[in-house]
């Protein structure tokens, strides 16, 4: 079993966004019983909110439900729970960082770094392009699934 969790500061966009398409890509192949996929926050801005609308919108849009999310903080077992604990741009990778007291079994990764075009996701709260946060989120769940199963994207 792999456990991914996804991150990003309130985890009411990007990483809900990555944790259901990620699902929905393991569970088109098949491979649902072969992961646990979560996501959280790492500031507590956002705790128990749902899933923003602009976001759950996008997802809808392409078939895809994130019912009953709402927003969690890392928390310190997460590190060892995890197998993968994937951030949405850099500020999410130096937070986890700083929370987890650093990354000694290299758990700690960005999402387009499984992709060809490596880079940071763009927080939608802030730039309103919920579609542009759909691809890049896509392709780097597609390159991560693809990593994790041994397969090229």
Request: charged share 30%; proline share 5%; glycine share 10%.
């Given at each position: 079993?792999?456990?991914?969790?996804?991150v990003?500061?309130?985890n009411?966009?990007?990483?809900?966004?990555?944790?259901?398409?990620?699902?929905?890509?393991?569970?088109?192949?098949g491979?649902?019983?072969?992961?646990?996929?979560?996501?959280?926050?790492?500031s507590t801005?956002?705790?128990?909110?749902?899933?923003?609308?602009?976001?759950?919108?996008?997802?809808?849009a392409?078939?895809?439900?994130?019912?009953?999310?709402?927003?969690?903080?890392?928390?310190?077992?997460?590190y060892?729970?995890?197998?993968?604990?994937?951030?949405?741009?850099?500020a999410?990778?130096?937070?986890?960082?700083?929370?987890?007291?650093?990354?000694?079994?290299?758990?700690?990764?960005?999402?387009?770094?499984?992709?060809?075009?490596?880079?940071?996701?763009?927080?939608?709260?802030?730039?309103?392009?919920?579609?542009?946060?759909?691809?890049?989120?896509?392709?780097?769940?597609?390159?991560?699934?693809?990593a994790?199963?041994?397969?090229?994207?």
């Open positions: 079993m792999t456990k991914i969790l996804f990003c500061h309130g009411i966009c990007r990483s809900p966004m990555a944790e259901f398409i990620m699902k929905d890509l393991v569970e088109k192949a491979l649902a019983d072969a992961f646990t996929i979560e996501s959280a926050a790492t801005e956002e705790l128990g909110n749902p899933v923003y609308p602009p976001a759950r919108r996008v997802l809808a392409h078939g895809i439900g994130c019912a009953g999310k709402t927003a969690r903080r890392i928390r310190t077992e997460d060892r729970v995890f197998d993968r604990l994937i951030g949405m741009d850099r999410n990778l130096r937070n986890m960082q700083r929370f987890f007291g650093g990354d000694p079994d290299a758990k700690l990764g960005l999402l387009l770094d499984c992709t060809d075009h490596p880079g940071e996701v763009a927080d939608p709260w802030y730039t309103d392009d919920f579609d542009a946060a759909w691809r890049d989120i896509l392709a780097g769940c597609r390159g991560l699934l693809a994790l199963t041994g397969e090229r994207g």
